[in-house]
């Protein structure tokens, strides 16, 4: 009786430690922190998700900005998380796997029309950039809020950020402008009130500088009527008129798919110099509309309310 009672406490402890203590297996599955398919995440999700498996496998360094840039874009093109932690891998190794397979990142700039450039740790860090004029910001990364000439700025080639500041940013002013002399228009919502300001524009009127911490959207904040800009909710920026031949020219094939993934807003990149986004192909069952539920703002793209689109030049 005392045997057959011992066994059964014995066994009951067994069966109690084996509870509490993890296998092999779920220990592995603690690094399982990301679906496959990384476009139902939002940016900051993206971003976390990317610099952690990055550190995972270098062992504690930090993913440089531009093969990030390229790793976000490269989720909107269809890579799931399996994708780029493959390509990390191969990146880290400097050359082919063992399948022949090479890294999408290549190990050189990024080539595209914006650049991410990061204040780690809040020190102050200066990026060469793609371009000649000033950054504006286009998506904003980090906890802290990306403020032209406080936290960010520069211009000839370089910028610089500080004080935890992190954006994908784009050009502002620069080859692109100046229509009308070069001329910008001030114009701002005080109160949140809506104010029209009459300009001599003759073409299209884009925002070049925003000014308020409330964002300035098109077709929400701000807009174009005739001769006039409005702005409203609080929205305060720069405007300037878009000359069209400063571009040289549409790309055809150029395009940029955004997509709004359980409702929420998202800012996409858009190339300023392609002219003004339109829906080429509605991807959603949700129908885009232009100033309900998408916008375009100077060097970006928002979509918002289930929204997903293909956009192409006009």
Do not use: H, K
Request: aromatic content about 8%; glycine content about 16%; charged content about 20%.
């Amino acid at each position: 009786m005392f045997r057959s009672v011992s066994a059964a406490c014995f066994a009951l402890a067994l069966a109690f430690a084996g509870a509490t203590l993890p296998s092999p297996a779920a220990a592995q599955s603690t690094r399982a922190y990301a679906p496959e398919n990384l476009r139902q995440l939002n940016t900051s999700e993206r971003v976390r998700v990317i610099e952690r498996e990055y550190s995972d496998q270098s062992r504690g360094r930090q993913i440089p900005d531009d093969q990030l840039e390229f790793y976000l874009d490269q989720i909107d093109s269809g890579w799931g998380f399996s994708r780029i932690q493959q390509d990390i891998a191969v990146s880290l190794r400097g050359g082919s796997s063992s399948s022949g397979l090479r890294p999408g990142w290549n190990g050189s700039n990024w080539s595209g029309q914006t650049l991410i450039c990061s204040s780690n740790d809040r020190r102050r860090r200066d990026c060469r950039t793609p371009f000649n004029g000033r950054p504006v910001l286009v998506e904003n990364l980090s906890g802290t809020r990306c403020q032209e000439g406080v936290n960010f700025g520069g211009g000839g080639g370089t910028m610089w950020v500080d004080q935890g500041c992190r954006g994908r940013f784009a050009e502002g002013r620069g080859g692109g402008w100046g229509g009308n002399n070069g001329q910008t228009i001030r114009c701002e919502s005080q109160n949140n009130r809506e104010r029209v300001c009459p300009t001599n524009f003759r073409g299209q009127a884009v925002l070049v500088r925003q000014l308020s911490g409330t964002a300035c959207i098109e077709g929400r904040t701000w807009g174009q009527r005739g001769n006039s800009i409005w702005v409203n909710n609080g929205c305060r920026g720069e405007f300037a008129q878009r000359q069209g031949g400063g571009w040289g020219g549409n790309n055809p094939g150029y395009s940029v798919t955004c997509a709004s993934d359980n409702n929420r807003q998202r800012t996409c990149a858009w190339d300023s110099r392609q002219g003004r986004p339109r829906v080429i192909e509605n991807l959603s069952g949700t129908r885009c509309d232009e100033g309900r539920n998408w916008g375009y703002s100077g060097g970006s793209i928002w979509v918002n309310g289930g929204c997903r689109a293909r956009f192409g030049a006009r």
